[in-house]
């Protein structure tokens, strides 16, 4: 999976790309935590709009990507998730937890 | 239940074959002319069970982890994911949501995924000797869907 980001007026974006599950847990988190360090951010949105597979792999990513926000007294919510992503996020009950925003059904 | 088909298939603990895992299901399961969002499911679930096998049964070494897939009369597609590793002291209670002995890495939710993916889930397992996880899902025709 590829993680890009963008950073604008205290919003950082991070775009997750491709196939996130424990292989490319690791490897993700170490460079989100060193996007959010640069920048310190007052909001983190994680844009699931090309994440094409996730399992409870990421669900412990999106925790641990709120609690490093929450340190910096930050936000970060989930956007644009649809078909199998959203499908695992409705069926974790992350939402308690975090906003999920989905993408505009077609 | 009669036995149309199967695969069996066995690799290393190692989280490089996760991503393998889950496409081969994909394309065994792909005979049964699964919708896209089954084939998520199947896909899911598989990673769910293989992950489980390569983070928790293994801690010290590199064990081995089977997979073997069936097609079962009336359409059911059987995933049985077995590993020979340490084994889980108390299975209800791993089943429940939010329960994990792996730490922040993890959410304790593999075992809830797994049951709301698939239509049956069975784990058999035993202190020592290992974990067999068994899940079945009904993959009803398009054309009859
Ligand atoms: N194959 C296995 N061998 C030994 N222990 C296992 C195995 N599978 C599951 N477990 C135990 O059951 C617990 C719950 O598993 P489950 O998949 O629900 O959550 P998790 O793996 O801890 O987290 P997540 O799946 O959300 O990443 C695990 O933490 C582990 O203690
Ligand atoms: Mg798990």
Redesign the interface.
């Known amino acids: 999976m590829k993680v890009l980001s963008s950073y604008q007026d205290g919003r950082l974006t991070l775009y997750l790309k491709g196939?996130l599950?424990?292989?490319e847990?690791?490897a993700a988190l170490r460079k989100i935590s060193r996007t959010v360090d640069d920048y310190l951010p007052r909001d983190c949105v994680v844009d699931m709009g090309e994440l094409s597979?996730m399992?409870?792999?990421g669900?412990?990513l999106i925790?641990?990507i709120s609690r490093l926000m929450a340190e910096t007294g930050g936000r970060a919510w989930v956007a644009n998730a649809k078909?199998?992503p959203l499908?695992?996020l409705d069926?974790?009950?992350i939402d308690r937890v975090i906003q999920i925003s989905a993408a505009a059904r077609s | 239940m009669k036995q149309l088909n199967y695969i069996k298939m066995e690799f290393p603990a190692k989280?490089?074959n996760?991503?393998f895992a889950?496409a081969a299901a994909a394309a065994f399961a792909a005979q049964l002319d699964p919708t896209?969002?089954q084939l998520?499911?199947i896909?899911?679930a598989v990673?769910?069970a293989v992950?489980n096998a390569?983070?928790h049964a293994y801690p010290d070494t590199v064990g081995q982890v089977q997979m073997r897939l069936r097609i079962l009369e009336g359409e059911q597609l059987e995933i049985m994911v077995r590993d020979k590793g340490r084994g889980i002291p108390d299975v209800k209670k791993a089943m429940e949501?939010m329960f994990s002995t792996g730490g922040?890495?993890?959410?304790g939710?593999?075992f809830?995924?797994m049951s709301?993916?698939m239509d049956g889930l069975r784990v058999r397992s035993a202190v020592g000797r290992g974990t067999t996880v068994t899940m079945r899902k009904r993959i009803q025709t398009k054309a009859g869907a």
């Open positions: 196939e599950d424990h292989h847990a690791a597979f399992d409870s792999s669900i412990a925790l641990k078909n199998q499908k695992v069926a974790s009950g | 989280s490089v996760e991503g889950r896209m969002e998520g499911d896909r899911t990673s769910e992950t390569i983070v949501p922040e890495e993890r959410s939710m593999g809830t995924i709301s993916f």
